[in-house]
């Protein structure tokens, strides 16, 4: 039952990905356009949705409660990062999320910060100027 509930949750999201990132258009730049991103995730995960919910393989035991509260605030460090993602910028919002996620999962501290201080401008470099995706370095907040 576990699968074929997380199989509904995954399709249910997958799909409303897909269905909404038919609105999206852009007057220059790829052809293809910016949907086709969205939908080369998006249609494999409808897929994958349907699968479990189809063909379950087990009855898996839900996570303990701590495990449950880990993976409830990963999804706070995720929503926030999406609503922040604008105001602060892309460098400093990455920074957070991947510090904010690197201890969640365990990391040191001198660890995480490493690795945040090296992913953020480093996603920056390989979105905005190797892969021509524009991206504000900081955010409206700061100017």
Not at 39 to 43: A, E, H, L, M
């Given at each position: 039952m576990t699968?074929?509930?997380a199989g509904a949750c995954f399709f249910l999201l997958a799909a409303g990905y897909v269905w909404l990132s038919t609105g999206y258009t852009a007057?220059?730049?790829d052809p293809?356009?910016?949907a086709i991103f969205p939908?080369?995730?998006?249609?494999p995960a409808v897929l994958l949705g349907l699968c479990l919910m189809i063909w379950p393989r087990h009855n898996a035991a839900w996570a303990p409660a701590d495990g449950l509260l880990r993976q409830g605030a990963a999804l706070v460090i995720l929503l926030g990062y999406a609503l922040l993602l604008e105001p602060?910028?892309?460098v400093p919002s990455?920074?957070?999320a991947v510090l904010g996620l690197g201890l969640?999962?365990?990391a040191p501290s001198i660890w995480g910060f490493v690795t945040a201080a090296i992913a953020a401008p480093g996603l920056y470099?390989?979105?905005d100027r190797l892969m021509g995706l524009p991206l504000p370095v900081i955010g409206t907040w700061f100017g």
């Open positions: 699968d074929r509930l007057g220059f730049g293809l356009g910016p939908r080369v995730i998006g249609i602060l910028g892309f990455t920074f957070a969640l999962m365990g470099l390989l979105f």
